[in-house]
């Protein structure tokens, strides 16, 4: 057996690790167990759970797992839209395709942890681009809220929807609030997420896609 730890930013992405990557993964020998960031901790021992403040609290929780001798790899799930300020790679981020940015900063990423067993993954623009796979499934989980295929005017000129951009008003979870007032992230998100399917995520997202991969390798090779 092969335990991955999978760094994740809020409690949407750890639901959709456990039920649906863990699910395809655990039948390649792979198990990924998502650990999520915990942001802040009050005098009286609350933890609020969700979301990145510094990269300084990344970098030394991710270290952190690292650190374990059982774990074959730590890997991460955060959005790219968003990111802290102090994240590597930010302050000279290069013009060019989402991709070539993103990739850019996952580069910066790996480079400033300097451990081969780290996967850096940002997930283009965020968690949302990939429920806009599929904007029919997101309409049919809300029932006579929209006309059906109001969402899809929201892919339209996108060659994927990973493209749905970092706007503050354009961003992929403002897209869907938009149109739909009670969409609420860690409740629905997984659940959609689950009803469009794995393959059909990766067949019209290819940074997600690429990532899947890596990850794939591992049962095989190793560490990529």
Known sequence: ?????????????????????????????????????????????????GGLTSY???????????GDSNT??????????????DFP???SLPSGSPYDRVRYLQNEFARDIGDRRFIPFL????????????????????????????????TKGF??????NEGHDTHPA?????HIAKY????????IAKRIGLDRIRERCPHFDGWIKQLEQIASEGVP
Do not use: N, W
Request: hydrophobic share 40%; proline share 8%; aromatic share 8%.
């Open 123 to 154: 997930t283009l623009h965020e968690f949302e681009a990939l429920l806009l796979v599929d904007p029919a499934e997101i309409e049919k989980a809300f029932p006579d809220t929209l006309p059906p295929g109001t969402l899809a005017q929201e």
């Open 89 to 91: 790679g930010k302050s």
């Open 72 to 85: 074959v790899a730590v890997t991460t799930m955060l959005d790219f839209y968003g990111l802290p300020d």
């Open 1 to 49: 057996m092969k335990f991955v730890k999978v760094y994740v930013e809020g409690q949407t992405e750890e639901t959709f690790v456990r039920d649906i990557l863990a699910t395809y993964l655990e039948e390649l020998g792979i198990y990924p167990a998502p650990v999520l960031s915990k942001t802040k901790r009050e005098k009286s021992g609350r933890t609020f759970k």
């Open 174 to 178: 403002a897209r869907i609030s938009r």
């Open 56 to 66: 300084a609290k990344v970098k030394r929780d991710i270290c952190r797992l690292l």
């Open 184 to 191: 609420q992230k860690p409740v629905h998100g997984p659940l």
């Open 159 to 164: 060659a994927t929807p990973e493209e749905i």
